[in-house]
């Protein structure tokens, strides 16, 4: 290692001599005087090159020494340090190594010339010399390796010490894919094959669902039962759990595809896993996490674990159910709560639009007809049901106040709803809700993993086309059968035209039976009409929108880069209306609504799920209509995150 290490510290000075020496035998035969000039050159330059190695060699024996003293006053060598040891200079060079270094790591190899990284390629040297440790893997074992930076006459110098951890890494990871996971599986739609098919077909559908589920886990080591029909529990490890998710739990295809006699049945399942120290906190996960699940349409598995929530699934389009004993119900426990209260603040989310607003309004009319004083908190400059609120305060609708009313108005005893959202950082006034008592949710959003979970009434129906068309429902089977004020009731209509484009997306027979009874109570169809009315300017700069929109796989992303009026309006309409161009299956408008915040608007037409794709980027909505903020990003770097999230999309598709 000696001439190594010499040739290692000075190879240009080497080189130089090698030169001279190599032109001194050559001109032997041809200049004598040539040849001993070139031989003189020689020596001297080897005796420089020697000089200044052995030099170097000595410095880095002194580092050494300093940093062993530094580290351990007992030890005066570094090959006496008790770990593997490599002393390296500020470009990753190696200089030093101690004997363990030699016989653990290098099996008795020498690497004296060569850097680091050379040795462990996994890694750089930024990866080393950054960190307070590193884990690597090396010659199949698992290290963690510490530094010590120091300086020695202005020299950075680092030092790095190999821990030897396989025993401990590899039983903690043991320990961790042995823990267990609990899952909840449930057939969305039990009730309705029950109801459609004969007792003995029914037996042989659910007999095909079960077949699937037990195929699908057989070879993953699981305790599968069946504790009700249609419910299923599963209790494994997770290390199994892990191959599930790898296959992004294929059974949910599995069963959506699944035919009895060569029909399809249009079954699909809710799954909820649950992971933690012991079964009992994984079996409330599950619970929670199945929840959630159904919270969100059904159709899908969210799995809980490492504090957070996956999601996967979702693609199946359902239809909402027609019973009617759940609005009935509810409309009767809600009641039964506003007449426990004196005071009722109600508000939807920030920047109000039609269905936030429409509901809104029905509530307070609600708890006003029971003789209960209800307000509505809401932000009318901010708002995006302008001409909305205007035509309500037109027609003597006093019931709205700001941010600071609502403070003054709202005390610890106050009911307050919350519609058209259910997450809390989203709500038109967090000081508000905060301040006020109980609680109580009306919304149609697919449920996210922040939603308000002590509410003493959650009435989530993710089918629904629209929170106004909840509220509809309520009031009609309301046991006060109330009548409604036309300027109520056109407001609930706009509320559904809006989310509903026009009847077009997420209807069903409920939602034409909701309109039919605001018809009955004087909804004015043409002042609807009216309230979504745009000038000049608007038109213009949404076709300027339109006429710049790029397509992107079967999407079309247009960016909003000029200052135009009503802009969060306009862009969400433009995304509407992009959704007319043939082959576009959604629709995306990125636009900058602060200096510090950008806004993507999504709509598809059901035939792609945007509030997955949103979601990517810590939005939500609905399958149809969603968005998301993305901070301190600007237009461009928003455009290559969309289609970071598409991309990411259609590969879990």
């Not at 130089?16 to 004598?32: H, Q």
């Not at 002194?62 to 002393?87: A, E, W």
């Not at 397509?551 to 009026?565: G, L, P, V, W």
């Amino acid at each position: 290692m000696r001439f190594k290490s010499l040739l290692y510290h000075n190879p240009v000075g080497f080189l130089s001599s090698l030169i001279f020496l190599l032109a001194g035998v050559g001109y032997l035969f041809i200049d004598k005087k040539g040849a001993v000039a070139a031989f003189l050159g020689f020596a001297i330059v080897l005796t420089l090159s020697l000089i200044y190695s052995t030099y170097s060699i000595i410095s880095t024996k002194r580092y050494v020494k300093q940093l062993n003293k530094s580290l351990r006053g007992d030890v005066k060598n570094i090959d006496s340090f008790p770990l593997p040891c490599v002393l390296c200079d500020s470009t990753g060079a190696i200089l030093w190594y101690n004997k363990l270094f030699v016989s653990d790591l290098l099996q008795d190899g020498d690497v004296i010339e060569f850097k680091i990284t050379d040795c462990f390629r996994n890694f750089s040297f930024d990866d080393f010399s950054n960190d307070e440790s590193v884990c690597i893997e090396y010659n199949d074992r698992l290290y963690t390796v510490f530094s010590t930076k120091f300086k020695e006459k202005n020299e950075k110098l680092i030092a790095f010490y190999f821990l030897d951890d396989t025993y401990f890494k590899t039983t903690e990871k043991e320990y961790l894919a042995t823990r267990p996971y609990v899952m909840h599986i449930l057939v969305d739609n039990i009730d309705i094959l029950y109801r459609k098919y004969s007792d003995s077909k029914f037996a042989s559908v659910t007999s095909g669902i079960e077949s699937i589920l037990e195929k699908w886990l057989e070879n993953h080591s699981v305790v599968f039962k069946k504790t009700a029909e249609g419910r299923f529990l599963v209790i494994g490890e997770k290390r199994g759990l892990d191959e599930l998710c790898k296959e992004k739990f294929e059974v949910l295809n599995a069963v959506r595809e699944y035919k009895y006699e060569n029909v399809e049945m249009g079954a699909t399942l809710s799954i909820g896993v649950g992971t933690g120290e012991d079964v009992l906190e994984c079996e409330n996960q599950a619970k929670r996490s199945l929840e959630l699940a159904l919270g969100r349409g059904g159709d899908q598995c969210v799995v809980f674990q490492n504090d957070d929530y996956t999601f996967f699934g979702a693609r199946a389009n359902l239809d909402n159910a027609t019973s009617k004993v759940s609005p009935r119900q509810t409309s009767a426990n809600i009641l039964s709560e506003i007449k426990k209260h004196n005071k009722v603040v109600i508000m939807g989310h920030k920047f109000s639009d039609n269905d936030a607003v429409g509901a809104s309004v029905a509530m307070e009319y609600f708890c006003r007809q029971n003789g209960v004083n209800a307000k509505v908190v809401i932000d009318e400059k901010k708002s995006l049901a302008g001409p909305l609120i205007k035509y309500l305060e037109d027609n003597g609708y006093d019931k709205f106040i700001d941010h600071d009313e609502g403070k003054r108005f709202c005390d610890s005893k106050t009911l307050v709803i919350v519609v058209d959202t259910h997450v809390e950082n989203l709500l038109e006034s967090d000081d508000v809700y905060e301040d006020g008592g109980k609680k109580i949710v009306i919304d149609h959003h697919r449920r996210n993993a922040d939603y308000i979970d002590d509410a003493e009434i959650f009435y989530h129906l993710p089918l629904s086309s629209s929170t106004c068309e909840m509220v509809s429902e309520l009031l009609q089977y309301s046991a006060t059968q109330m009548t409604l004020p036309p300027e109520i009731a056109t407001a609930l209509l706009a509320g559904i035209v809006l989310d509903t484009k026009d009847y077009v997306l997420k209807t069903s027979q409920r939602t034409f039976e909701a309109a039919a009874f605001l018809k009955q109570n004087g909804a004015n169809t043409v002042e609807v009409k009216k309230l979504f009315s745009v000038n000049v300017e608007q038109i213009n700069g949404e076709n300027d929108i339109i006429k710049n929109a790029i397509t992107y796989k079967n999407c079309i992303i247009s960016i909003a880069d000029k200052k135009i009026e009503n802009l969060r309006v306009i862009t969400a309409k433009a995304a509407d209306d992009m959704l007319n161009i043939s082959g576009v299956r959604a629709s995306f408008v990125i636009s900058k609504i602060k200096d510090d915040l950008v806004n993507i608007s999504a709509r598809s037409l059901g035939e792609e799920n945007v509030q997955l794709i949103t979601e990517k980027l810590g939005g939500g909505g609905h399958s149809t209509m969603a968005a998301c903020q993305l901070e301190d990003v600007s237009l461009e770097e928003a455009l290559e995150k969309l289609k970071g999230a598409i991309d990411e999309y259609y590969e879990e598709k």
